[in-house]
Nanobody, 130 residues
C-alpha cells in the first residue's frame, strides 16, 4: 500500500521553529519530486515548497522563501520541511505530495500546483497563535 505520512505538526509561538516530516511507505521518495502544501480553513490548497528527484534542487513560494527549507534524506526515505520564524498566517494543515513528473528550473511553478502530484498524505496541523 502506497502511503505518505506527515508528522511534526504542533502549536508553536510566533517567531518559533518547527520541522515537519514526510515518510514514504510503499513508495521510494527519492524517485519522486516532493512538494509541501498547506491548506487553511476556507482557503485553497497552497503549494509552498518542492524538491526535485534528480539533484534535490529546491523551490519556494514567495510566502515562505527565506523562512522555510525543504530537504530530503534518501537513506531514510524521508522529506522534511523546516519552518523558521513562523507567523500566524502559517496556521494550516500541511501536506506532502509525490509526483512522478520531472521537476526542472523551467517548470518549477507547476510543481507548486496540486494537479502535478500523484500521491498525497493526510496532513499534519500547524497552529501559530496571533
Amino acid at each position: 500500500q502506497v502511503q505518505l505520512v506527515e508528522s511534526g505538526g504542533a502549536r508553536v509561538q510566533p517567531g518559533g521553529s518547527l520541522r515537519l516530516s514526510c515518510k514514504g511507505s510503499g513508495l521510494t521518495l527519492e524517485y519522486y519530486a516532493i512538494g509541501w502544501f498547506r491548506q487553511a480553513p476556507g482557503k485553497e490548497r497552497e503549494g509552498i515548497a518542492c524538491i526535485s528527484s534528480s539533484d534535490d534542487s529546491t523551490y519556494y513560494a514567495d510566502s515562505v522563501k527565506g523562512r522555510f527549507t525543504i530537504s530530503r534524506d534518501r537513506a531514510k526515505n524521508m522529506v522534511y520541511l523546516r519552518m523558521n520564524n513562523v507567523k500566524p498566517e502559517d496556521t494550516a494543515v500541511y501536506l506532502c505530495a509525490a509526483s512522478r513528473g520531472e521537476l526542472l528550473d523551467g517548470n518549477w511553478r507547476q510543481f507548486l500546483t496540486p494537479h502535478e502530484y500523484d500521491h498525497w498524505g493526510q496532513g499534519t496541523q500547524v497552529t501559530v497563535p496571533s
